[in-house]
């Protein structure tokens, strides 16, 4: 240290060089660890939903729900209306042919454990008989919507990976932007939940989510099909006479030629965009958006919602054209990718993964777990 002309040294014995650096590791080591904590935190959060679709919903024991049944009628009457009012809530929106089909074996199975039940009621305390059969009834009904919701889900994910999308993409972007206040419900007198409908309602969440990927696949012509005058990648410019990559899908039309939306979604952008002219673009989740250019006039409006094939404008010629045409493009998280592939292989593929499994024999069709 240099003071007033003199220069002092300071010396730093080993001993006190090791302590410092003793100190400073183990502070590296309690950040470290706290980084790592967050990131186990992260982790588990995330997981959580594909940890509760993968575990199988514990079976209640028949013995502990004679005990109940013994415990309190009344009360037990009290959970099996708090079932159905759940399973009527869940119902009201679903195909009937979603109550028939157990073709799947990746969900429990409560049959067994409801005969002995019923069984075991029936000799201790008959006049109750008839509530077991009535939960036996809603818990069969539970399992099967289940088995199904599980079925769909993996066929459309089969029908995603297929167009080259990735549906864990598609279910993680699926929780983005939603939210609300919390309305927790419970279908046992103590406020809990069973199980079995537990992993009935995040089966049928994951089950919505793909089912939206699939509607906001392309899968309409916006136009003419026969009418495609250039293709997506390089081609030579029209105006310079370059080499130069063409991001979409180019359809030759009259003037005034209906446009119609790929599929649906919800209208993001309406006007004009340089070089595209007068523009459309239409928003299908997950990342996916189409593009329509070059149009005359529009028949849309930002946030509208529009169906597969609604028209949604005019060919034309605005901006950077050299006639009527429909620029069309697809772009995945705002690259363009090749629209082709999804208008022609797209149909067939959703009307394959869309299709419902033949009903069950021996299965009522129709049936309802409360009567």
Do not use: C
């Not at 009621?121 to 077991?132: D, N, Q, R």
């Not at 919701?149 to 972007?173: F, V, Y």
């Not at 309406?270 to 006039?297: D, I, N």
Request: negative net charge; hydrophobic residues 40%; proline residues 4%.
């Amino acid at each position: 240290m240099r003071s007033q002309g003199h220069v002092r040294f300071i010396k730093i014995s080993s001993r006190l060089q090791m302590g410092a650096a003793g100190v400073a590791l183990t502070a590296g080591l309690f950040w470290l660890g706290s980084l790592g904590a967050m990131a186990i935190a992260q982790y588990q959060s995330s997981s959580e939903m594909a940890s509760l679709l993968d575990r199988e919903a514990t079976v209640a024991k028949s013995e502990d729900r004679l005990e109940a049944y013994r415990g309190d009628i009344d009360a037990t009457m009290a959970d099996l209306s708090k079932r159905q009012a759940v399973l009527d809530q869940l119902a009201a929106d679903l195909p009937e042919d979603l109550l028939t089909d157990s073709s799947s074996d990746t969900v429990s199975n409560s049959d067994e454990e409801a005969a002995r039940l019923i069984s075991l009621v029936g000799e201790s305390i008959p006049e109750a008989v008839g509530l077991a059969r009535l939960e036996a009834r809603q818990l069969a009904f539970v399992e099967r919507m289940t088995r199904f919701a599980d079925q769909r889900s993996q066929r459309a994910e089969e029908a995603l990976r297929s167009l080259g999308l990735d549906p864990n993409k598609i279910l993680a972007q699926g929780q983005v932007g939603i939210g609300g206040p919390l309305e927790q419900f419970s279908t046992e007198s103590d406020g809990s939940l069973d199980p079995r409908f537990e992993r009935l309602g995040l089966s049928l969440a994951r089950l919505s989510a793909l089912e939206r990927g699939l509607d906001g696949v392309p899968q309409v012509m916006p136009a003419d099909a026969g009418s495609i005058s250039s293709g997506f990648g390089l081609r030579r410019d029209p105006f310079k006479g370059t080499a130069a990559m063409h991001s979409g899908l180019d359809f030759r039309a009259p003037y005034g030629s209906p446009i119609r939306a790929a599929a649906g979604g919800e209208i993001t952008f309406v006007g004009r965009k340089g070089g595209y002219g007068r523009t459309v673009e239409v928003s299908h989740g997950s990342g996916m958006v189409t593009r329509y250019a070059h149009m005359s006039r529009w028949e849309a409006k930002v946030g509208q919602h529009v169906e597969a094939g609604e028209v949604i404008g005019a060919i034309g010629s605005s901006g950077r054209s050299t006639g009527p045409h429909l620029h069309f493009e697809v772009r995945i998280n705002g690259r363009a990718v090749n629209p082709r592939p999804f208008l022609e292989t797209a149909p067939h593929v959703l009307e394959e993964a869309r299709s419902r499994p033949a009903h069950v024999a021996g299965q009522p069709h129709g049936a309802t777990a409360g009567g």
